[in-house]
């Protein structure tokens, strides 16, 4: 009996990761409690009979537990050998949601499965596209530094992404940009994390600026640098054509292709919640189809920002120490809409403050740590870049969410890690740790 034999569970594994991850896991289904509890219901029956959230978390809980514990009973190598496999049926599975899907708040992402549950493709794709990006950069031949291993890379992250704008599903889309973390510590050249960061910084400029003002401080940049470098224009007269393509591009990009994206892209509720975060109105065709409607049929529409509104007076109403568990008036009176998945943060602001969000962030904090102490001690490229994988989607995940519940950030659907209801995303986040932590035991190993 060889060494894996005999203490296949317990050896080389990082249990601080583990028991980080079973607080997380533990607080999300008190915040779940938090929510739908009632005073005159048996809690401990309710937790036991399947048909609350917080009752179907715990379920989902209990089946990622067996899950965690099948993966760290498996050969680490048989991650890097069907890791391509594993994601062409990612993909042939969110294909799929095209015929069999289900359509849930819009978005027709979503399988249906036995039992009443529901099975999201796109999130069990970030698994299969961590595990295809290490597949891929870990093999020999693979020179990252070339464009065309670098468009490779990026077509295995984002053909996910494509399907889930398709989907309607633009949170779990820009999640997959993430990856670019990952790809950056493999030698991703800075130079395009600045062209992404400057075309961000631009779309702002254009949701804030009027479009004549905007185009005028554009040629003003444009000029003081053509000036500045006037001496290395006169060398090198190919400097200016740069300099003029650049500026062509960024008075294109702001009189033209910002407005395509909102206008026929994103979904008119998306584009009215991205304006509004900026402090900006933004009219459309079918707002006011909505518009009308709601008028004839005398009901009162919710304003844009209604679920950011209420979220913030929700963690607000925290303070520094908070209301106290169960007391909490907006999350309890059902105030903040999806509070058990989107805005899962607010319970947790209103019943324990400043305080408990505090001790709650550094907890996710500490967890990003570890992860990426787990993988700077990786011996393989294929462990690596899965780990970094693994934190970039994370950190994504906690950044937007968080930020999206305070107003910083427009709402796009992203679940908070191991906190918000649903079974396909706590099993995601599950398989991808517990998928890291073997890896990270059999770490002595040559993983290609």
């Not at 400043?354 to 550094?362: D, H, N, R, S, Y």
């Amino acid at each position: 009996m060889n060494r894996r034999n005999q203490n296949i569970v317990t050896q080389g594994v990082d249990y601080v990761v583990i028991w980080l991850y079973a607080i997380l896991v533990a607080i999300g289904i008190l915040c779940i409690f938090m929510v739908e509890y009632r005073p005159e219901t048996d809690w401990l029956a309710s937790f036991l009979d399947g048909k609350t959230s917080y009752s179907k978390q715990l379920i989902f809980a209990g089946v990622c537990a067996i899950a965690a514990t099948f993966i760290l009973l498996t050969d680490s190598k048989l991650f890097t050998a069907f890791a391509n496999l594993f994601y062409l049926f990612g993909i042939l599975l969110m294909i799929a949601t095209f015929a069999i899907g289900k359509n849930i708040n819009g978005s027709k992402s979503w399988i249906p499965l036995a039992g009443g549950f529901n099975l999201q493709p796109a999130e069990l794709c970030k698994i299969f596209v961590s595990l295809a990006l290490a597949k891929y950069l870990s093999r020999q031949e693979i020179d990252f530094s070339k464009i065309r291993s670098q468009l490779v890379a990026g077509a295995i992250a984002l053909a996910p992404a494509v399907l889930s704008i398709l989907q309607h599903e633009l949170g779990l889309a820009l999640v997959y940009t993430s990856f670019v973390i990952a790809m950056y510590r493999e030698g991703l050249p800075a130079q395009i994390l600045i062209v992404g960061s400057s075309f961000g910084a631009l779309v702002v400029a254009t949701l804030i600026l009027e479009p004549n003002v905007l185009a005028v401080i554009l040629t003003m940049i444009a000029a003081a640098v053509i000036f500045v470098l006037r001496k290395q224009i006169k060398k090198k007269k190919g400097l200016l054509t740069i300099i003029i393509t650049i500026w062509l591009v960024c008075v294109g990009v702001q009189r033209f292709v910002v407005p395509y994206i909102f206008n026929n892209v994103l979904e008119c509720y998306q584009s009215t919640r991205i304006y509004s975060m900026v402090g900006k109105e933004y009219n459309c065709e079918d707002n006011k189809r909505a518009q009308d409607k709601s008028t004839s049929n005398k009901t009162v529409r919710k304003p844009d920002d209604y679920n950011v509104r209420q979220s913030k007076i929700a963690i607000g109403s925290g303070g520094f120490f908070g209301r106290g568990f169960l007391k909490g008036t907006q999350t309890r009176g059902k105030y903040v809409p999806e509070q058990r998945t989107d805005f899962i943060f607010t319970s947790l602001g209103e019943a324990f403050g400043f305080v408990g969000c505090f001790v709650f962030l550094l907890l996710y904090l500490f967890l990003l740590y570890r992860i990426v102490m787990i993988a700077e001690r990786q011996r393989s490229t294929f462990s690596r870049v899965y780990a970094y994988s693994v934190v970039s989607i994370f950190f994504f995940h906690i950044a937007v969410n968080v930020s999206m519940t305070i107003g910083l950030f427009p709402i796009v659907g992203i679940p908070l890690p191991l906190m918000s209801y649903g079974g396909s995303s706590l099993l995601t986040f599950t398989v991808l740790i517990f998928i890291l932590l073997r890896l990270d035991a059999d770490r002595q190993m040559v993983l290609r």
